[in-house]
């Protein structure tokens, strides 16, 4: 059963347009989400994070979305760049503090054409 | 400081083999987590250690075993290996139990034949 979907294996958007990626969850328990990068042959690395009681966090050109009601989170990055071209996983987590466990969906792989 | 470090690389093994793996977190950090990635199916998590216990494990078969030492080093152990194991393994350090925000290492990429 898969708690955390990216229903878009891939995206492709524009130089300086707005890549929007998103996420779907089932679980209710979950409070921590979190949005992480991965290049090929790298691990991945953490993007940006949203606890579940805020529905945004920004960092930059980065701003996250969490929507509880709809258990759907997004990650909206302006102005796009070639060098954000990576997977994106959504990752959450339902430790409360307790556990660094997280459930990951199975990516996304933007493309950002020049 | 440098980054978490995951050895070997690379690994080829033939199906009924036994496998470690090994991960040196970032210094001075306690929790270190694995995570298998296959096609299609993103990160499971394995199993998580901080200060050499095991605190948590996921949905893996008992092939799957892992330990970490005083000094926060850990391995993971696959034994009687199957070619549904072929994939990336992943070993992410954190400071803290309950830090959300981890650092992944480069992986080590196992294929079995």
């Known amino acids: 059963d898969q708690q955390v979907k990216q229903n878009s294996p891939s995206l492709s958007v524009q130089e300086g347009r707005i890549s929007i990626l998103n996420c779907d969850y089932t679980n209710s328990m979950f409070d921590y989400f979190l949005w992480y990068k991965k290049y090929p042959a790298e691990g991945p690395t953490f993007l940006i994070s949203?606890?579940?009681?805020?529905d945004k966090n920004e960092d930059g050109r980065f701003t996250v979305f969490l929507n509880k009601s709809a258990k759907h989170l997004s990650l909206h990055i302006v102005p796009s760049q070639p060098g954000d071209s990576a997977v994106y996983f959504c990752?959450?987590?339902?430790?409360?503090?307790?556990?660094?466990?997280?459930?990951f969906g199975t990516g996304t792989l933007l493309a950002v054409q020049p | 400081k440098a980054g978490v470090t995951q050895t070997p690389r690379y690994l080829i093994k033939t199906r009924g083999q036994q496998v470690t793996l090994s991960c040196s977190p970032i210094?001075?950090?306690?929790?270190v987590s694995w995570y298998q990635q296959t096609p299609g199916q993103g990160l499971q998590f394995l199993f998580e250690y901080f200060s050499e216990t095991q605190r948590n494990k996921g949905n893996f078969p008992g092939r799957f075993s892992g330990r970490q030492f005083s000094n926060s080093r850990s391995e993971m152990n696959v034994s009687t290996l199957e070619l549904g194991d072929s994939a990336l393994y992943l070993c992410?350090?954190?400071?803290?139990?309950?830090?959300?925000?981890?650092?992944f290492g480069p992986g080590t990429r196992l294929t079995v034949t």
């Open positions: 210094s001075g950090h306690r929790s």
């Open positions: 992410a350090s954190s400071s803290l139990q309950g830090s959300y925000e981890q650092y």
């Open positions: 949203i606890s579940s009681i805020k």
């Open positions: 990752a959450a987590s339902a430790g409360g503090g307790a556990t660094n466990k997280l459930i």
